[in-house]
């Protein structure tokens, strides 16, 4: 029941990002974006687990003790940065979030398939229609 606490903190949590949030990956950054604006790369938590673990072993077994020596290696801070990616993948999961790249406005607006934020504004005004 401990282990489920620190998740259920995170999900508990109300996205409430800034006015622009852009919801894409590493390798498609924003364009166009303000300070701000607020980047979510949905691909940080993958990316940081492999950063710590590495290559995890087919053998459950030696999976477990790779993993399990990782996370006590890990830094408070180390610590931090994962929530905070899996924040945002949490986040995009309660904004209903269909698919990425997407720019969002004000947590209600979508604009899909661009990571333009000056793009997606004038699709936003034009209703929706580029």
Known sequence: MKSLIPLF???SISPGFAAVTVFTTVGHPAINADADTRMVFLDAPDQQQNAMFGQLSGNPEAAAQTAKSG??????????????AWRGVIAAWKLGIEKYP???FDD???VYGTTDVDLAKNIRAQGGHP
């Open 71 to 84: 996370l006590q290696r890990m830094s408070a801070d180390q610590q931090q940065q994962l929530v905070e």
């Open 108 to 110: 209600v607006d979508v």
């Open 102 to 104: 997407a720019v969002v």
């Open 9 to 11: 903190f995170l999900c």
